[in-house]
């Protein structure tokens, strides 16, 4: 989409409001007001059948009557009246509608809004909305809205799909001192959705953040398209974490993959920063919108009290940015600029005896010093300091260290004039925060966006030694079977074209044949019943393990027949699968679902307990690059049993990594036949020694 369609929206030169109204109270008339309150220096035209003028303004009848052109056109008239006011704005060359109604899908009412939709679609006009409380901006001067006035001025801009938060979030822009360019209301994204405005708002010169406030939507691939290639810091909050679908889950994997983990994964792999709450969107923005990313793990922090400085360093921990002792130069310079009893290794306690100079000279010095990535500066209000000139001696020294490209982030912990100070610090484009935690927690939003951009970088490797056909053979014929479920044979047979490291299984449709094909695979051996029937073949009775001879192989055989005939009388029964057995290994699990909203996505965690009770799993949307396969090894809170605990060796992380790798290629290879997919257990061996996958399990898409 060319970013330019939305300049008639985002930049309009004249506004109609149809639905205008002289009635104080309603929608039509605020929409109105507050287009003449916020100075608005285009051309406002109200729109109202009955009316000669609104608030002063010269009303027309229809946008057909208007004698100019119209960029944008805010709809206020309710929902049955849409569509002829979208048809008439359409006949005017309107080119942009804000339908501020509601009524529409979010109540089911899906046909009008499709409708409207084919409407604009052939007339070349986009839609914001509808059910929205309309854009605001600042650089424009523009409320077309029902939110009461322009937000605070700042660099952000807001998109938020619930209306009634936006409206909250403008009000509170001034209290907390967040400034925002834009706050800009999508409601249904029947047109205009996340992606297009931020592909807009990339080339936005007003705009150096963009915070998104986030309950669903259905075009993942697109969002995180338009994410991966902005230029500028993105922060979301998802809201609705809670898991969806899950119980028509028919994997493993179907059944952990809840809306929270896989957005999140989402967001990781396009280069989204997370907000945690409402409070937090605010803070991380705040930074976001005023400091460059932090581009190395050196936090260093200032302070004049030691207890905020263990707080911070606690923080710093948990967001991922542990203290490391200030580099000795640094150390020795700034021991000048505090008492004897102060501490130059990191935080660096200035005292409470530290003055404006103190902080000054330190700040100078440490900043501009090359081990230096980021920095936080604390000040707890004493008696000995006036806050407002600590304040300017901050940024003094910020000033002449003459450095840009790092970040700083402020705490001033106190009372009113230590508010004060907060305030002008803000104003200065120094993002500053009552609690020492705050501080850094912002900071750590600079540095995951920078680390999600090197990340950005990677590229994925397609698998070329792949055999799709033969994998949709196998596929076809289970289909040609009314199958929309493999038996772990297929599955096996599925994976292999893939070049995953399945074990060696065959299947037995006789005793002697079972004989046979033990034999030729060698023992010990593992014996499964293979049904389409029987999908929890353990609780079927249907699994022996560690058959040594061939005795073993014939009772084997009886007992698992028995057992399943025992435990379903009419199973379909295909034979019984022979398997090599693996030698044990680290257990994990490997799967796939296709999510509604982000299309073929990987799971990876420890097997067995670990994710049958811990669910200690991760995901990525696929394909997987191979660092990105590194690091789902490494999140997960079972990583350092990977890593070789208690005298064990490391696993083969670097097989395991390559097998998330092909397994990713093959569920978007295969996303229009798989729905769900576990390999379950993967056996991962000592360093050097690969992987094997030792059960493997397919659910088609129903066609
Ligand atoms: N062209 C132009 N104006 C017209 C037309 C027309 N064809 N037909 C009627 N009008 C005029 C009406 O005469 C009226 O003006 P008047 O006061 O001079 O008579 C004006 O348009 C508005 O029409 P009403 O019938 O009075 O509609 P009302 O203002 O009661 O409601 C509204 C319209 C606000 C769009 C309502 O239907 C609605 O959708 N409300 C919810 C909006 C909302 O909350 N959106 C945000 C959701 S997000 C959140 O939750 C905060």
Known sequence: MESKTLDGLMQPKSVAVV???????????????????????????????KAADILGIKAYPSVLAVPDEIDAAAITVPASLVEQAAEECGKKGVKALIIITSGFSEVGNRDLEDRIVAIARRYNMRILGPNIVGTLSNSQKLNASFAPFLPLTGKATLISQSGALLIAMDASTYIRRVGFEKLISIGNMSDVDFADIITWLDDDPNTTCVSLYIEGF??????MDACRRAHKPIIALKSGVSSHGAAAAASHTGSLAGAAKVYGAAFQQAGVVQASDLDNLFDRTLALSLQPPMKGDNLLIITNGGGVGVLATDSAERYGLPLQFAPQDLRDELKKHMPEFGSAKNPVDLTGMAGRDWYEDSIRFAFAHPWVDGLVVLY?????????????????????????????????????????????????GIPTYSAPDLAVNALAALREYAIMQQMLAETNEPCLDVNKAQALEVIGRARADGRDSLTEIEAKQVFAAY????????????????????KAIGFPIVMKIVSPDILHKSDAGGVKVNIKDEAGVREAYRTILNNAKAYKADARIHGIAIQEMAPWGTEVILGSVNDATFGPTMMFGLGGIFVEVLKDVTFRVAPVAEGQALRMLSEIRGAPILAGVRGE?????????????????????????????????VLVYEEGKGVRVADARIILKKK
Do not use: H
């Open 19 to 49: 639905g205008a109204s002289s009635q104080p109270g309603k929608i039509g008339y605020t929409v109105v007001d507050n287009l003449i309150k916020s100075g608005y220096e285009g051309k406002i035209y109200p729109i109202n059948p």
């Open 380 to 428: 707890c209000e004493t008696s000995l300091t006036d806050p407002v000139d600590i304040a300017y001696g901050i940024k003094k020294a910020i000033d002449e260290s003459g450095v840009k490209d790092k970040p700083v982030t402020v705490s001033f912990v106190g009372g009113e004039q230590s508010e004060k100070a907060t305030r002008w610090l803000v104003e200065q």
């Open 499 to 518: 070049g995953l490291p399945v074990t060696k299984t065959q299947l037995a449709k006789n005793e002697e044949e079972a004989v046979e094909l033990a």
């Open 649 to 681: 060796k490391p696993r083969d992380r670097q097989a395991m990594a390559a097998t998330i790798c092909r397994y990713s290629s093959m569920i978007v290879d295969l996303a229009e036949e798989i729905s769900e997919s576990d390999a379950n257990p």
């Open 218 to 223: 259905r075009d993942g691939r697109k969002f």
